[in-house]
């Protein structure tokens, strides 16, 4: 294997603000090993001689090369409290605040979307049922949806391989699984008849409206693969989706900041999220 | 809302009382930030970026830096939107110094930035010794 | 069990407005009916020029940036057409609307972009600059190699430069060294020149 000298300082640069600027994700210092990794990866698999060649195929999105560098990042193999900040997030700032606003006798809606094979909206139901102080004194309705109807049918049978599990103690599988066959784990029914799952098409007002208004949605690692005018749909119809007042979350690598000023940053100690501004005009 | 106006001096700057002081570059021309950069650093401050006004704001809640320097034209949220926002927030950031810059020249386009919250304003292009001149002016020096 | 699960099936939405009907809510007095009749209009390509004669009243930031989507989503040479007199306007916020959504259509471009960088007004010509970097790196090449070429504002040089830095071929090299001879008294302009130079000369591939 020939030797690929190092990515400089500059070129490191380059490559992350065109990343940021076609997808919105963020690449810092901390992820640059991975990053040139990535590169390095890339550059084999292209027959590239020099990070300028490389980088012009990327910038000219050749067969596709834009998905296939950002792929390693968004693995797409999920598990159960994947970017568990997020749910901590969740149960320690943004639910309190949503019951401060909200009726006594609206239930708390969370979005999942895209939900893929579940393990999302499941670990959202688990993580609640196990942390937040009020989940008993409050309805809580947990929607997955995703374009992909195969994912969907794989989420409502609910069955998950150990890698899936990875991040569970063995207290937590034992409480919320039982045993199937071929070594792998379904959840149980009571959680599988508390998430409802549908098709729905982030792109399509009709689709995203027929779900009603959310406090908080979770939509990781799927803008960054939108075009321009895509993403500033998506926004919208997600805005639309929101409780004036709501949540929504992105990957950790994405940032609104380069798919919509509809939405305000919001800063906690687990996480950055963006919300629906609760009314009330502004300049 | 604390406001430039509360505060005495150049257009109500307070100088910063911390050590190794930080500065967030917000200008969507890499080539601006890096000019700015190579200046700042030499002058021994510590560098951030963003490209426009809504990554502006994410990096200073993330880290209140002690000065801004705000171009006008930018993507997704311009200078003066970004200021604004800025000036409502909660807590201390919201009275970061903050310079405009801009290729105008105008008067009103002074006003307007004035009124937006900017406590100075430099007409692009800016000489690296111009810009490390009213940084030092406006945040003190690097240590 | 807190979790619960609706059983009804989905709430079908109410059929979308008609153009007429749209239309006359982007003048309510209600920021939602706005917002929703600035949505809606995207779906019908005659509605660039009502888009294009709301926009510039528009108070509301967010009403703003869905009428912007939504001449984004009519495109072609209409929408590039009704979004290009935008980057005209006295207000930084309308202005960056405009450069989002016109930065969306890069295949209409080219219509408009001749004519933006020979404006009269500086600030327009600055802005176009910034534009050609959605265009294929030959033609903004050519085009900001012109402007390098001809223009008397050393800060639409400037951002001619930032774009060439990026996407310039090695045809640009010579306007390059031309525009840092024509504007001698000008260190960020010559320090942005030596960087594109440098970029654009790495773009070289390697002998042997």
Avoid at chain 1, 126 to 146: C, K, R
Avoid at chain 3, 43 to 60: K, R
Avoid at chain 3, 173 to 180: D, G, H, I, W, Y
Wanted: glycine share 6%.
């Amino acid at each position: 294997m020939a030797e690929l000298p190092p990515v400089t300082e500059e070129e490191f640069g380059r490559l992350c603000e065109f990343l940021y600027r076609r997808t919105g994700m963020i690449f810092t210092e901390a992820k640059r090993y991975y990053v040139e990794r990535r590169v390095h990866d890339r550059m084999e698999a292209t027959r590239a001689t020099s990070f300028a060649s490389y980088f012009a195929r990327l910038r000219s999105d050749l067969d596709g090369e834009i998905e296939q560098f950002v792929n390693a990042f968004t693995v797409n193999e999920t598990y159960f409290f994947r970017e568990d900040h997020q749910l901590r997030c969740l149960t320690t700032d943004l639910l309190k605040r949503r019951i401060a606003v909200k009726p006594r006798n609206e239930a708390v809606r969370i979005w999942s979307m895209p939900c893929s094979t579940g393990e999302e909206p499941y670990s959202i139901a688990v993580w609640m049922l196990e942390n937040w102080a009020e989940v008993d004194a409050w309805d809580i309705e947990i929607i997955g949806s995703d374009i992909d109807t195969r994912v969907l049918e794989a989420a409502r049978e609910g069955l998950y391989g150990q890698r899936a599990l990875m991040r569970l103690t063995p207290d937590l599988i034992e409480k919320y699984f039982e045993p199937a066959p071929g070594d792998r784990w379904r959840i149980l029914q009571d959680l599988r008849d508390s998430v409802r799952f549908t098709t729905a098409n982030v792109m399509e007002a009709a689709e995203t409206a027929a779900h009603g208004r959310f406090d908080v949605i979770f939509c990781r690692n799927m803008l960054i693969y939108f075009d321009d005018t895509s993403r500033r749909v998506a926004a919208e119809n997600l805005f639309e989706s929101l409780l004036p007042g709501g949540y929504i979350c992105l990957g950790h690598t994405e940032s609104m900041s380069r798919i919509s000023p509809l939405f305000e940053v919001c800063r906690y100690a687990d996480a950055i999220v963006y919300q629906r501004p609760l009314g009330g005009a502004r300049g | 809302m604390r406001t430039p106006s509360s505060i005495n001096g150049l257009w109500g700057v307070r100088v910063a009382d911390t050590a190794s002081r930080r500065i967030l570059v917000v200008d969507d021309a890499s080539l601006v930030r890096m000019y700015y950069r190579n200046a700042l650093e030499r002058a021994g401050y510590e560098v951030d970026e963003a490209l426009n006004g809504l990554e502006a704001l994410e990096k200073l809640l993330v880290r209140a830096p002690d000065l801004l320097i705000v171009d006008v034209n930018m993507p997704k949220m311009d200078g003066f939107t970004f200021l604004r926002a800025l000036r409502r927030q909660e807590g201390d950031v919201a009275a970061t110094p903050a310079m405009i810059t801009s290729t105008e020249a105008k008067t009103e386009d002074f006003e307007a930035a004035q009124s937006a919250g900017a406590n100075f304003y430099l007409v692009k292009p800016i000489p690296q010794e111009t810009l490390i001149d009213y940084v030092a002016m406006l945040c003190g020096p690097a240590r | 069990m807190p979790l619960i699960r609706k059983s009804s099936g989905s709430d079908a939405p109410p059929p979308g407005p008609d153009f007429e009907q749209a239309c006359a809510g982007l003048r309510s007095d209600q920021l939602d009916e706005r917002w929703r009749a600035a949505r809606a209009l995207a779906a019908f390509p005659q509605a660039a020029a009502v888009l294009s004669a709301a926009v510039g009243d528009e108070s509301e930031a967010r009403v703003r940036e869905a009428m912007f989507t939504s001449l984004a989503r009519i495109g072609g040479p209409d929408g590039v057409k009704a979004l290009a007199p935008h980057i005209r306007s006295d207000d930084a916020a309308h202005r960056t609307g405009a450069m989002d959504a016109l930065k969306a259509l890069p295949e209409g471009l080219p219509t408009v972009m001749t004519g933006l960088l020979k404006d009269p007004d500086a600030d327009v010509r600055l802005l176009a600059c910034d534009l050609a970097r959605e265009l294929p790196a030959a033609q903004a090449t050519a085009l900001l190699s012109a402007v390098l070429d001809a223009d008397t504002e050393v800060n639409v040089c400037a951002a001619a430069v930032d774009v060439l830095a990026d996407i310039g071929l090695p045809e640009a090299v010579p306007s390059l060294r031309r525009c840092a001879e024509r504007f001698p008294a000008e260190p960020f302009l010559a320090f942005a020149i030596r960087v594109a130079g440098d970029r654009i000369g790495a773009q070289a591939p390697p002998r042997g």
